[in-house]
Protein backbone atom coordinates (compact mmCIF):
# COMPACT_ATOMS: atom_id res chain seq x y z
CA UNK A 1 0.00 0.00 0.00
CA UNK A 2 1.40 3.25 -0.87
CA UNK A 3 2.13 6.22 1.24
CA UNK A 4 2.72 9.83 1.27
CA UNK A 5 3.86 13.15 3.31
CA UNK A 6 3.43 16.54 2.28
CA UNK A 7 4.58 19.59 3.15
CA UNK A 8 2.75 22.94 2.25
CA UNK A 9 6.18 24.18 1.36
CA UNK A 10 6.22 22.60 -1.92
CA UNK A 11 4.05 21.94 -4.68
CA UNK A 12 3.71 20.20 -8.08
CA UNK A 13 4.55 16.09 -7.86
CA UNK A 14 4.10 15.16 -4.34
CA UNK A 15 4.59 10.89 -4.32
CA UNK A 16 1.17 8.40 -3.75
CA UNK A 17 -1.74 7.56 -1.57
CA UNK A 18 -2.83 4.25 -1.65
CA UNK A 19 -3.79 3.89 -5.74
CA UNK A 20 -3.37 7.80 -6.37
CA UNK A 21 -0.66 9.81 -7.29
CA UNK A 22 -0.79 12.92 -6.00
CA UNK A 23 0.17 16.64 -7.33
CA UNK A 24 0.07 20.11 -5.56
CA UNK A 25 -1.52 22.55 -7.94
CA UNK A 26 1.00 25.22 -8.93
CA UNK A 27 -0.33 28.79 -10.36
CA UNK A 28 -0.79 28.63 -14.08
CA UNK A 29 -2.06 24.61 -13.96
CA UNK A 30 -5.06 23.10 -15.88
CA UNK A 31 -6.37 19.43 -15.84
CA UNK A 32 -5.80 19.44 -19.44
CA UNK A 33 -2.25 20.47 -18.59
CA UNK A 34 -2.04 17.71 -15.55
CA UNK A 35 -3.33 15.01 -18.16
CA UNK A 36 -0.95 15.77 -21.61
CA UNK A 37 1.77 15.82 -18.54
CA UNK A 38 1.40 12.57 -16.56
CA UNK A 39 -2.02 10.46 -18.08
CA UNK A 40 -2.09 7.72 -21.36
CA UNK A 41 -4.29 10.15 -22.80
CA UNK A 42 -4.94 14.14 -22.98
CA UNK A 43 -8.96 12.96 -22.29
CA UNK A 44 -8.06 12.35 -18.86
CA UNK A 45 -9.19 15.31 -18.18
CA UNK A 46 -12.22 14.42 -18.01
CA UNK A 47 -11.84 11.05 -15.76
CA UNK A 48 -9.58 14.00 -12.80
CA UNK A 49 -12.71 16.68 -12.93
CA UNK A 50 -14.57 14.04 -11.80
CA UNK A 51 -12.44 12.19 -9.17
CA UNK A 52 -11.43 15.40 -7.82
CA UNK A 53 -14.97 17.29 -8.46
CA UNK A 54 -13.35 20.01 -9.68
CA UNK A 55 -15.88 22.92 -11.39
CA UNK A 56 -13.64 24.68 -13.30
CA UNK A 57 -10.61 22.93 -15.77
CA UNK A 58 -9.33 26.03 -16.56
CA UNK A 59 -9.18 27.25 -12.83
CA UNK A 60 -7.25 25.34 -10.05
CA UNK A 61 -6.23 26.74 -7.30
CA UNK A 62 -2.49 26.97 -6.07
CA UNK A 63 -1.99 24.65 -3.37
CA UNK A 64 -4.80 22.18 -3.49
CA UNK A 65 -4.16 18.45 -4.01
CA UNK A 66 -5.49 16.48 -7.72
CA UNK A 67 -5.32 12.92 -7.54
CA UNK A 68 -4.42 10.72 -10.72
CA UNK A 69 -4.60 7.20 -10.72
CA UNK A 70 -1.88 5.34 -11.09
CA UNK A 71 -3.32 3.26 -13.27
CA UNK A 72 -3.78 5.46 -15.61
CA UNK A 73 -0.05 6.73 -15.79
CA UNK A 74 2.45 5.16 -18.24
CA UNK A 75 5.61 3.92 -16.96
CA UNK A 76 8.75 2.61 -18.84
CA UNK A 77 11.29 0.46 -17.24
CA UNK A 78 14.23 2.19 -15.74
CA UNK A 79 17.73 1.25 -13.52
CA UNK A 80 19.70 2.10 -10.32
CA UNK A 81 23.41 2.89 -10.85
CA UNK A 82 25.96 1.42 -8.03
CA UNK A 83 28.07 4.74 -7.20
CA UNK A 84 30.12 3.00 -4.63
CA UNK A 85 30.56 -0.67 -2.92
CA UNK A 86 33.09 -1.25 -0.18
CA UNK A 87 34.20 -4.87 1.51
CA UNK A 88 31.16 -7.50 0.43
CA UNK A 89 28.33 -6.64 -1.75
CA UNK A 90 25.99 -8.76 -4.03
CA UNK A 91 23.68 -8.53 -6.81
CA UNK A 92 21.86 -11.66 -7.54
CA UNK A 93 24.34 -13.71 -6.31
CA UNK A 94 27.36 -11.76 -8.36
CA UNK A 95 29.71 -9.56 -6.81
CA UNK A 96 28.73 -5.61 -6.45
CA UNK A 97 31.10 -3.54 -8.61
CA UNK A 98 30.93 0.21 -8.97
CA UNK A 99 29.03 1.61 -12.11
CA UNK A 100 27.01 -1.37 -12.35
CA UNK A 101 23.20 -0.89 -13.47
CA UNK A 102 20.50 -2.77 -11.64
CA UNK A 103 16.98 -3.87 -12.56
CA UNK A 104 13.89 -4.61 -11.30
CA UNK A 105 13.49 -7.72 -8.84
CA UNK A 106 17.52 -7.37 -8.39
CA UNK A 107 17.96 -8.97 -4.93
CA UNK A 108 21.06 -7.14 -3.14
CA UNK A 109 23.25 -8.39 0.54
CA UNK A 110 26.08 -6.42 1.89
CA UNK A 111 28.49 -8.39 4.10
CA UNK A 112 29.23 -7.41 7.35
CA UNK A 113 31.52 -4.24 7.69
CA UNK A 114 30.78 -3.39 4.26
CA UNK A 115 28.40 -0.81 2.52
CA UNK A 116 27.18 0.14 -1.03
CA UNK A 117 25.40 3.62 -2.41
CA UNK A 118 23.08 3.25 -5.07
CA UNK A 119 21.38 6.41 -7.40
CA UNK A 120 18.53 6.56 -9.19
CA UNK A 121 17.63 8.30 -12.48
CA UNK A 122 16.02 11.28 -10.45
CA UNK A 123 20.07 11.51 -8.78
CA UNK A 124 17.83 9.77 -5.41
CA UNK A 125 20.37 8.55 -3.49
CA UNK A 126 20.76 5.18 -0.95
CA UNK A 127 22.75 3.88 0.91
CA UNK A 128 22.95 0.47 2.16
CA UNK A 129 25.39 -0.49 5.75
CA UNK A 130 26.51 -3.73 6.85
CA UNK A 131 24.31 -6.67 7.12
CA UNK A 132 21.40 -5.59 5.22
CA UNK A 133 19.11 -8.14 2.57
CA UNK A 134 16.62 -6.29 0.41
CA UNK A 135 14.85 -6.14 -3.06
CA UNK A 136 14.23 -3.80 -5.42
CA UNK A 137 10.54 -4.40 -5.61
CA UNK A 138 9.81 -2.14 -8.73
CA UNK A 139 11.73 0.60 -10.85
CA UNK A 140 10.29 2.34 -13.18
CA UNK A 141 9.63 5.71 -14.25
CA UNK A 142 6.99 7.57 -14.93
CA UNK A 143 7.16 7.74 -19.07
CA UNK A 144 5.87 11.46 -19.68
CA UNK A 145 7.54 12.89 -16.53
CA UNK A 146 10.41 11.01 -15.93
CA UNK A 147 9.53 10.93 -11.97
CA UNK A 148 10.71 7.22 -10.70
CA UNK A 149 8.46 4.51 -9.23
CA UNK A 150 10.26 2.51 -6.98
CA UNK A 151 9.60 0.63 -3.85
CA UNK A 152 11.94 -1.32 -2.18
CA UNK A 153 11.57 -4.15 0.29
CA UNK A 154 14.32 -4.97 3.45
CA UNK A 155 14.44 -8.04 5.00
CA UNK A 156 17.15 -6.76 7.24
CA UNK A 157 19.60 -4.34 8.14
CA UNK A 158 18.28 -0.88 6.75
CA UNK A 159 18.59 2.12 3.96
CA UNK A 160 19.52 5.82 4.02
CA UNK A 161 17.64 7.71 1.27
CA UNK A 162 17.95 10.92 -0.23
CA UNK A 163 15.19 11.78 -1.80
CA UNK A 164 14.81 13.92 -5.47
CA UNK A 165 17.81 16.12 -4.60
CA UNK A 166 17.39 18.02 -7.67
CA UNK A 167 14.36 19.35 -6.64
CA UNK A 168 11.82 18.19 -9.51
CA UNK A 169 9.09 16.31 -6.92
CA UNK A 170 8.59 12.62 -6.30
CA UNK A 171 6.18 10.19 -8.24
CA UNK A 172 6.26 7.43 -6.24
CA UNK A 173 9.49 6.37 -3.31
CA UNK A 174 8.62 3.73 -0.78
CA UNK A 175 10.72 1.42 1.54
CA UNK A 176 9.14 -1.19 3.21
CA UNK A 177 10.08 -3.86 5.75
CA UNK A 178 8.24 -6.72 7.58
CA UNK A 179 6.57 -4.46 9.88
CA UNK A 180 6.52 -0.74 8.15
CA UNK A 181 6.13 0.58 4.69
CA UNK A 182 7.32 4.16 4.49
CA UNK A 183 6.59 6.82 1.80
CA UNK A 184 8.42 9.76 0.87
CA UNK A 185 8.66 13.06 -0.72
CA UNK A 186 11.75 15.46 -1.62
CA UNK A 187 13.00 13.89 1.98
CA UNK A 188 16.31 12.31 3.58
CA UNK A 189 15.12 9.48 6.01
CA UNK A 190 16.49 5.90 7.26
CA UNK A 191 14.80 2.76 7.70
CA UNK A 192 16.14 -0.30 9.06
CA UNK A 193 14.68 -3.79 10.47
CA UNK A 194 16.18 -6.02 13.19
CA UNK A 195 14.76 -8.90 15.44
CA UNK A 196 13.14 -6.51 17.96
CA UNK A 197 10.83 -4.43 15.45
CA UNK A 198 11.28 -1.81 12.46
CA UNK A 199 12.05 2.00 12.98
CA UNK A 200 12.09 4.94 10.72
CA UNK A 201 13.96 8.36 11.16
CA UNK A 202 13.60 11.33 9.15
CA UNK A 203 16.81 13.46 8.99
CA UNK A 204 14.62 16.58 6.49
CA UNK A 205 11.48 16.59 5.42
CA UNK A 206 8.47 14.82 6.91
CA UNK A 207 7.95 10.77 5.78
CA UNK A 208 4.69 9.01 5.85
CA UNK A 209 4.98 5.84 8.00
CA UNK A 210 2.33 2.95 8.40
CA UNK A 211 2.41 -0.30 10.02
CA UNK A 212 1.09 -3.89 9.01
CA UNK A 213 -2.33 -3.68 8.02
CA UNK A 214 -2.64 -0.19 9.12
CA UNK A 215 -0.27 0.62 6.49
CA UNK A 216 -2.94 2.52 4.32
CA UNK A 217 -2.95 5.28 7.05
CA UNK A 218 0.25 7.08 7.27
CA UNK A 219 1.27 8.80 10.97
CA UNK A 220 2.98 11.98 9.51
CA UNK A 221 6.86 12.09 10.89
CA UNK A 222 8.36 15.63 10.75
CA UNK A 223 12.51 16.46 10.88
CA UNK A 224 14.14 15.35 13.86
CA UNK A 225 11.66 13.14 14.89
CA UNK A 226 11.35 8.85 14.53
CA UNK A 227 8.83 5.83 14.99
CA UNK A 228 8.99 1.98 15.57
CA UNK A 229 7.28 -0.86 14.67
CA UNK A 230 7.55 -3.83 17.32
CA UNK A 231 7.09 -6.96 16.16
CA UNK A 232 3.47 -7.43 17.31
CA UNK A 233 2.90 -4.12 14.73
CA UNK A 234 2.18 -1.67 17.22
CA UNK A 235 3.26 1.82 15.80
CA UNK A 236 5.21 3.92 18.64
CA UNK A 237 4.57 7.88 19.17
CA UNK A 238 7.04 10.08 16.93
CA UNK A 239 9.72 10.57 19.40
CA UNK A 240 13.03 13.23 18.97
CA UNK A 241 16.50 11.65 18.03
CA UNK A 242 19.22 12.04 19.63
CA UNK A 243 21.52 15.17 18.30
CA UNK A 244 24.21 14.37 16.28
CA UNK A 245 27.88 13.31 17.69
CA UNK A 246 30.56 16.95 17.28
CA UNK A 247 33.59 15.06 15.19
CA UNK A 248 36.72 16.63 15.77
CA UNK A 249 38.49 18.28 13.01
CA UNK A 250 40.80 16.39 10.93
CA UNK A 251 43.98 17.72 9.92
CA UNK A 252 44.53 19.42 6.92
CA UNK A 253 45.01 18.31 4.03
CA UNK A 254 44.60 14.81 4.77
CA UNK A 255 47.55 13.01 2.88
CA UNK A 256 46.74 9.21 4.08
CA UNK A 257 44.60 6.40 2.99
CA UNK A 258 43.36 6.01 6.29
CA UNK A 259 42.18 8.49 9.28
CA UNK A 260 41.23 8.00 12.66
CA UNK A 261 37.69 10.15 13.19
CA UNK A 262 37.25 11.02 16.91
CA UNK A 263 33.90 12.28 18.71
CA UNK A 264 32.30 12.79 21.88
CA UNK A 265 29.27 9.76 22.71
CA UNK A 266 25.81 11.56 23.39
CA UNK A 267 24.25 10.34 26.10
CA UNK A 268 21.72 8.00 25.46
CA UNK A 269 23.15 6.13 21.92
CA UNK A 270 23.35 2.72 21.86
CA UNK A 271 26.09 2.55 19.37
CA UNK A 272 27.76 4.09 16.25
Avoid: C
Avoid at 66 to 88: H, N
Avoid at 92 to 109: F, K, V, Y
Avoid at 160 to 169: M, Q
Amino acid sequence: MSLILSGSALAGPAGTQGKDFIYEVERGDTLIGLATRFMTSTDGWHLLQTLNRVEDPYRLVPGTRIRIPLSQIPVAPSTARVVFVRGQASVDGRPMQTGMALAESARIEIGPNSAATLELSDGTRVSLPAATKLQVRRLRAFARSGLTDTMIGIDKGGADSVVAPKGGGVGRYEISTPLMVTGVRGTRYRVSADDGGSRSEVIEGKVGVGAGARAGSATQVAAGYGVGVSTAGRLSKPTALLPAPVVAALPQPVSSRAVTVRWQAVPGAAGY
